[in-house]
């Protein structure tokens, strides 16, 4: 199994751009979530999703979208890009009501913006 | 709102040692699970231990253990013999079983294992 896995690792964007950040799951998980890093701040929710085709709001979801059409998908995207938005980005799935109540993550995105 | 504090921004250790990483967390609801990961300098987030908040025992992985103290909400990592791979950033992690299981993050501590 692949787990989860995010598209690209790193990127740099220009003020303004707009990029799409890929995740996937193999795991058939229900839940799945995406956090920015920032130094010294932990890992803060940016939106998550309880289902296909359910998403909500997290800690800053200001600058950022998503969508859920299938169990497997969970992309993050950025409109407008700003200095603010340059972060690490990790998505992360899981699948509470079953043995493991943990979430598993990708292997994160850096993503600057000048 | 659950809120969890990670108190120790840094902290280093002899190898072989022991040394504990504290955590509290701040919520109202009477079940949950709370987490410890680490994060290697490949960046890759690994569960460490996992402990369920109706089980009064403490979790152990290995060298890894917890002291859950409910009450008090606290829930502090020991690591035990202190190994050079061990270095790495420690987040706490909460998570409701209530709602929607979002997992809530502390700020985490940076651990340095030194030879």
């Known amino acids: 199994n692949a787990g989860v896995t995010q598209t690209p690792k790193f990127r740099i964007l220009k003020i303004g751009q707009s990029m799409t950040l890929q995740c996937t799951q193999d795991?058939?998980?229900?839940?799945m979530y995406w956090y920015r890093q920032d130094p010294g701040m932990g890992l803060k929710l940016i939106y998550y999703?309880?289902?296909?085709?359910?998403?909500d709001k997290g800690e800053v979801p200001n600058g950022y979208n998503v969508s859920r059409s299938t169990t497997e998908d969970f992309p993050l995207r950025l409109e407008l890009a700003a200095p603010s938005q340059t972060s690490v980005y990790f998505c992360?799935?899981?699948?509470?009501?079953?043995?493991?109540?943990?979430?598993?993550f990708g292997q994160g995105t850096r993503l600057t913006v000048v | 709102a659950q809120t969890v504090t990670q108190s120790q921004p840094e902290m280093s250790v002899q190898e072989a040692e022991t040394v504990t990483l504290s955590c509290t967390y701040d919520?109202?609801?009477?079940?949950?699970?709370l987490f410890w990961y680490k994060q290697p300098p490949s960046r890759q987030m690994i569960l460490v231990i996992r402990?369920?908040?109706?089980?009064?025992q403490n979790a152990t992985e290995n060298r890894f253990s917890v002291n859950f103290q409910k009450a008090a909400k606290s829930f502090s990592l020991k690591i035990s013999d202190s190994q050079l791979g061990d270095t790495a950033m420690y987040f706490c992690?909460?998570?409701?079983?209530?709602?929607?299981?979002?997992?809530?993050f502390g700020t985490g501590t940076r651990l340095k294992v030194l030879a």
């Open positions: 992360a799935s899981s699948d509470y009501g079953t043995v493991n109540t943990e979430a598993f």
């Open positions: 795991m058939n998980h229900n839940y």
């Open positions: 999703s309880v289902g296909a085709g359910i998403t």
């Open positions: 919520t109202s609801e009477s079940n949950y699970y």
């Open positions: 402990q369920e908040a109706y089980k009064q």
């Open positions: 992690a909460f998570m409701a079983t209530s709602g929607t299981y979002k997992y809530i």
